[in-house]
Structures are given as C-alpha cells and as structure tokens.
C-alpha cells in the first residue's frame, strides 16, 4: 500500500500550520501562553521573532504551513520507499 505524497504534504500542512497559529493565537490574547514553544520555533524559523504582533503570528504561521507541508511529503516519500 502506498501513501500519497500530495495527501501527507496537505496533512502536514494543515496540522502544523493550525497547531502553530492555535498557539500563536493564544499567545497574543494571554501573553503567556506557549511562549518557549514559539521561542523554540523563532530559533528555526527566518524572520520569526516570538513577539505579541499580529505580523509575527502571520509569518510564523505561514513558515508551519510550508515546513508541515515539505515534512510531509518527505514522511510520506520515505514510507513508500520502505513499503515497497
């Protein structure tokens, strides 16, 4: 059985990008919350910084969408070179 490359980059995508905007979210109403989670991501992430700013919340989440997006795909390339 193979995986669809295209399906597991989606997944990846919408997973990690929402989990990260969720967080970030949360971030800039309370303050406080998730702060070293999104310090760990502003150390990956260019042009990140873990900052209340509706712009940071924007770019880091657009940074999840693409790194859920590749790491998917590359899940799903090397389950189908194993499978098979």
């Known amino acids: 059985m193979k995986l669809s ?4 980059a ?7 990008g929402g989990s990260f905007l969720i967080v970030a979210l949360a971030h800039l109403a309370t303050g ?3 702060l070293y989670f999104l310090q760990v991501c502003a150390s990956i992430y ?3 910084y873990a900052v209340q ?21 590359i899940f799903g390339w090397l389950y189908n070179v194993f499978a098979a």
């Open 53 to 73: 700013t509706i712009g940071n919340v924007l770019i880091g989440t657009v940074c999840a969408l693409v790194d859920g997006a590749l790491c998917g795909a």
């Open 5 to 8: 490359i295209k399906g597991m």
């Open 46 to 48: 260019p042009g990140y």
């Open 10 to 16: 989606l997944a990846g995508c919408i997973l990690w």
């Open 32 to 34: 406080g919350y998730g």
